[in-house]
């Protein structure tokens, strides 16, 4: 029986789905939904929403070596939705939307840079064994 898996189009629809909500719901949620006192209008924006401009670019051509590496970036998201989650009760639910946004992106890209890295005959280069 013949295995079937996502196409690479649906994967990068998918990660793209995760990163745009993300770079719109970050700003909404700190700046409007939730405001902190704490934290600038423009600390806010550097904070999150500029690591998420750093791939825009790689993300948008589908390079599958940006989406590998995009996933360094959500990371910080995965972070600050399971920190949120623990530490700010009434946040709860704007941390679920942010950690259901991070991971539909980190899957989304884990497994696009994969296959079509796979379907490009892209591979990690081994080190070369010394006589």
């Known amino acids: 029986m013949k295995e079937q898996r996502i196409s690479t189009t649906n994967l990068r629809k998918m990660a793209l789905f995760g990163y745009f909500s993300l770079l719109i719901y970050m700003p909404l949620?700190?700046?409007v939904?939730?405001?902190s006192s704490a934290l600038s209008t423009s600390t806010t924006l550097i904070l999150f929403t500029l690591p998420l401009l750093f791939p825009l670019k790689g993300l948008l051509q589908g390079n599958p070596y940006t989406y590998a590496w995009a996933n360094f970036i959500v990371l910080?998201?995965?972070l600050h939705s399971l920190t949120t989650l623990?530490?700010?009760p009434n946040d709860?639910?704007?941390a679920v939307l942010e950690l259901v946004f991070a991971t539909t992106?980190?899957?989304g890209c884990s497994y696009y840079a994969k296959y079509r890295g796979?379907?490009?005959g892209l591979s990690i280069r081994k080190a070369?064994?010394?006589p």
């Open 105 to 107: 992106m980190f899957i």
């Open 92 to 94: 709860r639910l704007w």
């Open 128 to 130: 070369k064994e010394e």
């Open 29 to 31: 949620w700190l700046l």
């Open 118 to 120: 796979q379907e490009l």
């Open 86 to 88: 623990w530490v700010v």
């Open 76 to 78: 910080i998201y995965f």
């Open 33 to 35: 939904l939730s405001p």
